[in-house]
């Protein structure tokens, strides 16, 4: 028998101007999602967003330290057997 674990959701309190609320509530609609749904999914993007911008910060300081240990995307395609066609079908949506 295999056991299963099952994750609980915890739960966040927040206060909010009641015009953050309506304008949250009428993309809630608009999206048919929850209020809850749709927080969730902001927070996760922002979260996404944020360490995105950290990890282009450290790749930028390193190249700034040492230019030198860059590749182009040309070399990186090569090292990897990727032609521009095969690049132009990745769908990135």
């Not at 509530?25 to 944020?50: F, G, H, P, Q, W």
Request: no cysteine; glycine share 0%.
């Amino acid at each position: 028998m295999t056991a299963v674990t099952i994750k609980q959701d915890d739960t966040v309190s927040l206060k909010m101007p009641h015009y953050l609320v309506e304008r949250l509530d009428n993309i809630a609609e608009k999206e048919d999602r929850s209020r809850s749904s749709l927080i969730r999914k902001l927070i996760v993007n922002y979260i996404e967003d944020y360490e995105d911008v950290r990890d282009a910060m450290k790749a930028r300081a390193s190249y700034e330290k040492n230019p030198n240990s860059a590749t182009s995307l040309d070399e990186l395609m090569s090292s990897m057997n990727v032609s521009n066609r095969e690049l132009d079908k990745i769908n990135l949506d």
